[in-house]
């Protein structure tokens, strides 16, 4: 069909344009040098300018219009799919003017080293300007693309399509009292000494090499990949033969461990996309929640059960000796198992972190309908940890500042964690319905089974079907908070 073809295209263009944005978001946090953030800011800016004008070209939504009229075959469903990303991406930045978004990418750009040095001092004062002025276009942006109930939720609806934050609220309403229950109830005080696991420092170095290893027992695939350091992880797609990840690195943490089990579940959706969308907005996860799943059961499902250390702790004793060879099995396991709050989002256990994420949701919220100012945020922050986790936070670097979110410009985006939380559950538990052996799959370090079974039903989609509908597909249900709750309920770590 030829008004398919010629869409295929323009979306090609428009994917490689953005792949190149994406290298240059990747360099910046990992490898450009400090004196170049203005150049960099200028580059953002053009670059993003050029691509706002060939998504918003009429060209385009006239071939879009032709596609949704062309009733003289049917279309199959990543035709279909493609012409409904592209008009979604059509209409969002149609009503964004271009000059607008040319400065909101040089702002971006401009406040990710502020944001780094603010952590880094521990200073909120350092980004407070950068960041008022990116809740300002915020704002602006809401008016532009428009909203029934409230501004919030035109910026979430970009990261996961079609949900509101009435719908959100709902689901953190049901989900908050069952997880301040189990928290009370299996959890230990913040001020609490807990398992003494006193380790020495472990060198960057052998970090590296496990975090590596780990990537690649879970399938991911270096030629097509690469690890690298940053100041906070995160996965990105430079190409269909080009997904990265990050990871950081504290000799006194095990954090290297699980970011690079969870940036790797990031990277192996993006690497397990069938190789006909490259090219093609297709070529990635359908929305951020249902990447966030993938994250997280690699990370919390798969690799904080016993039944995955009882194959790899050998492994991780052999490749860290010290302290590794001294450490029981199982204090191990309920040290990266403890219920403990923590003001830190990214080392927070499975049971209390979505209560990190209800804290930045209602401020994100109140900063978007002007009940909040952006000075007031170090004690609101403040306030919230204490009435929601029972913490004191003790600097801006653990409190307002630990995210890099914001200085992204990415308001509404962190619910998708909690979205990732509940999905994974619903995933897993179809998972282990197909392979009864589920154990025995996990105690034997067998996980291309898990693998092969994921990208059969999720990764290899890429793009095709929209979030609401491959959850349907995988799990015959719609997203909800049962089976997460169920797994927490019955965690057999917890108990040890």
């Given at each position: 069909?030829?008004?398919?073809?010629?869409?295929?295209?323009?979306?090609?263009?428009?994917?490689?344009?953005?792949?190149?944005?994406?290298l240059l978001?990747?360099?910046?946090?990992?490898?450009?040098?400090?004196?170049?953030?203005?150049?960099?800011?200028?580059?953002?800016?053009?670059?993003?300018?050029?691509?706002?004008?060939?998504?918003?070209?009429p060209?385009?939504?006239?071939?879009?219009?032709?596609?949704?009229?062309?009733?003289?075959?049917?279309?199959?469903?990543?035709?279909?799919?493609?012409?409904?990303?592209?008009?979604?991406?059509?209409?969002?930045?149609?009503?964004?003017?271009?000059?607008?978004?040319?400065?909101?990418?040089?702002?971006?750009?401009?406040?990710?080293?502020?944001?780094?040095?603010?952590?880094?001092?521990?200073?909120?004062?350092?980004?407070?300007?950068?960041?008022?002025?990116i809740?300002?276009?915020?704002?602006?942006?809401?008016?532009?693309?428009?909203?029934?109930?409230?501004?919030?939720?035109?910026?979430?609806?970009?990261?996961?399509?079609?949900?509101?934050?009435?719908?959100?609220?709902?689901?953190?309403?049901?989900?908050?009292?069952?997880?301040?229950?189990?928290?009370?109830r299996?959890?230990?005080?913040?001020?609490?000494?807990?398992?003494?696991?006193?380790?020495?420092?472990?060198?960057?170095k052998?970090?590296?090499?496990?975090?590596?290893?780990?990537?690649?027992?879970?399938?991911?695939?270096?030629?097509?990949?690469?690890?690298?350091?940053?100041?906070?992880?995160?996965?990105?797609?430079?190409?269909?033969?080009?997904?990265?990840?990050?990871?950081?690195?504290?000799?006194?943490?095990?954090?290297?461990?699980?970011?690079?089990?969870?940036?790797?579940?990031?990277?192996l959706?993006?690497?397990?996309?069938?190789?006909?969308?490259?090219?093609?907005?297709?070529?990635?996860?359908?929305?951020l929640?249902?990447?966030?799943?993938?994250?997280?059961?690699?990370?919390?499902?798969?690799?904080?059960?016993?039944?995955?250390?009882?194959?790899?702790?050998?492994?991780?004793?052999?490749?860290?000796?010290?302290?590794?060879?001294?450490?029981?099995?199982?204090?191990?396991?309920?040290?990266?198992?403890?219920?403990?709050?923590g003001?830190?989002?990214?080392?927070?256990?499975?049971?209390?972190?979505?209560?990190?994420?209800?804290?930045?949701f209602?401020?994100?919220?109140?900063?978007?309908?002007?009940?909040?100012?952006?000075?007031?945020?170090?004690?609101?922050?403040?306030?919230?940890?204490?009435?929601?986790?029972?913490?004191?936070?003790?600097?801006?670097a653990?409190?307002?500042?630990?995210?890099?979110?914001?200085?992204h410009?990415?308001?509404?985006?962190?619910?998708?964690?909690?979205?990732?939380?509940?999905?994974?559950?619903?995933?897993?538990?179809?998972?282990?319905?197909?392979?009864?052996?589920?154990?025995?799959?996990?105690?034997?370090?067998?996980?291309?089974?898990i693998?092969?079974?994921?990208?059969?039903?999720?990764?290899?989609?890429?793009?095709?079907?929209?979030?609401?509908?491959?959850?349907?597909?995988?799990?015959?249900?719609?997203?909800n908070?049962?089976?997460?709750?169920?797994?927490?309920?019955?965690?057999?770590?917890?108990?040890?």
């Amino acid at each position: 069909m030829k008004i398919i073809a010629e869409l295929r295209l323009k979306a090609k263009e428009l994917t490689n344009l953005n792949n190149i944005l994406a290298l240059l978001q990747w360099d910046q946090e990992v490898m450009m040098p400090p004196a170049a953030t203005n150049d960099r800011a200028a580059q953002f800016s053009s670059l993003s300018t050029i691509i706002h004008k060939k998504i918003t070209d009429p060209a385009l939504g006239n071939l879009l219009r032709q596609a949704e009229e062309y009733t003289g075959e049917d279309l199959p469903p990543q035709d279909r799919a493609l012409v409904r990303i592209l008009k979604r991406e059509h209409l969002h930045n149609s009503k964004l003017p271009e000059e607008f978004v040319a400065d909101f990418a040089r702002l971006t750009s401009e406040s990710l080293p502020a944001w780094v040095a603010a952590r880094k001092q521990g200073d909120f004062k350092i980004f407070l300007p950068y960041l008022e002025k990116i809740v300002a276009m915020s704002r602006q942006k809401t008016d532009y693309l428009g909203y029934e109930e409230h501004p919030y939720d035109a910026l979430l609806d970009l990261y996961e399509e079609g949900l509101t934050s009435s719908q959100l609220t709902a689901i953190f309403n049901n989900l908050q009292p069952e997880l301040t229950e189990l928290v009370q109830r299996r959890g230990i005080a913040p001020s609490a000494e807990v398992d003494a696991f006193p380790f020495p420092p472990i060198a960057e170095k052998d970090q590296i090499a496990f975090s590596e290893k780990m990537l690649a027992e879970i399938g991911y695939d270096f030629s097509r990949g690469r690890q690298d350091v940053s100041p906070h992880p995160f996965t990105t797609s430079i190409g269909h033969n080009d997904r990265r990840v990050t990871n950081r690195y504290r000799p006194d943490s095990l954090e290297f461990i699980f970011c690079a089990l969870h940036e790797g579940g990031h990277a192996l959706y993006e690497q397990g996309i069938d190789e006909g969308y490259a090219g093609t907005p297709l070529d990635e996860g359908v929305s951020l929640g249902i990447h966030e799943s993938q994250s997280r059961l690699w990370e919390n499902i798969v690799g904080r059960s016993q039944l995955f250390w009882k194959h790899y702790f050998p492994m991780l004793q052999q490749c860290i000796p010290d302290p590794f060879q001294d450490i029981d099995f199982y204090d191990f396991i309920k040290h990266i198992n403890k219920i403990q709050p923590g003001p830190i989002r990214v080392e927070a256990d499975e049971v209390s972190y979505n209560l990190h994420i209800i804290v930045r949701f209602e401020l994100e919220k109140e900063l978007l309908a002007g009940s909040v100012q952006v000075k007031e945020l170090p004690a609101l922050w403040h306030e919230k940890y204490l009435r929601y986790l029972g913490l004191e936070i003790d600097s801006d670097a653990n409190g307002v500042l630990q995210d890099i979110h914001w200085a992204h410009s990415s308001l509404g985006y962190f619910p998708t964690y909690t979205i990732g939380n509940l999905a994974a559950a619903q995933i897993w538990h179809s998972y282990c319905l197909y392979d009864t052996d589920y154990k025995q799959t996990l105690q034997h370090g067998n996980l291309a089974k898990i693998r092969q079974w994921l990208t059969e039903n999720i990764y290899c989609h890429g793009a095709v079907f929209p979030p609401a509908q491959l959850l349907q597909q995988v799990c015959n249900e719609t997203l909800n908070p049962k089976s997460f709750i169920e797994y927490l309920r019955n965690k057999p770590e917890f108990d040890l």
